[in-house]
């Protein structure tokens, strides 16, 4: 009886390289516990024809994905749709702090969550990214301590990525990971 290996391809539309870790780190997850996973930035991305799932995520500019990432949904909707698919964000909302910033690193902005719409994941995340003051001015230094951020620099919570990632792999069915080789 030859057991039935999950295929997923994990999707990524990246700015600065942050979204791109986390998607490699996602994957590795998935790939621990005898998933078969093929990583790609949605410019390059593989025939969804041979995936049973997808994992798609992408860097959050004006509160809106990257364009590549919302061309691809779009594009591949009616794909994406009669797959299991989970969607995630990397951006500065989820790291913010204080009453106002708790308040709006809840909001699904409007433009994501209307690509959510099109293809119906089984859940969207939002994850925080990394964030330089280096290049920022002060207007925009200003406007993120008064909106509740707190730092700058890497401030990606791995183990909630972690989290996430083995629910996935809990809603595809994947067996527990053997070992714990990807570290934060």
């Known amino acids: 009886m030859e057991s039935k290996t999950p295929r997923i391809v994990v999707l990524y539309a990246t700015a600065q390289g942050s979204t791109r870790d986390v998607a490699e780190f996602i994957a590795a997850c998935l790939a621990e516990r005898s998933a078969d996973v093929e990583l790609s930035d949605v410019e390059h991305a593989p025939d969804l024809s041979r995936f049973g799932a997808v994992v798609l995520g992408s860097a959050v500019h004006d509160m809106a994905f990257l364009p590549a990432a919302a061309a691809y949904i779009r594009a591949h909707r009616d794909e994406l749709a009669r797959r299991d698919v989970w969607i995630f964000s990397v ?3 989820p790291s913010l702090h204080g009453p106002i910033g708790r308040r709006i690193g809840r909001i699904v902005p409007k433009k994501i969550a209307t690509l959510c719409e099109l293809v119906h994941p089984w859940e969207y995340r939002a994850f925080a990214g990394h964030y330089e003051r280096a290049g920022i001015s002060l207007k925009a230094r200003g406007l993120y301590r008064l909106i509740g951020g707190g730092r700058y620099g890497d401030m990606r919570d791995w183990a909630a990525i972690r989290t996430w990632s ?9 067996r527990q990971a053997q070992s714990t080789t990807v570290n934060s």
């Open 91 to 93: 951006g500065l909302g």
């Open 166 to 174: 083995a629910s996935i792999a809990q809603g595809l069915g994947l």
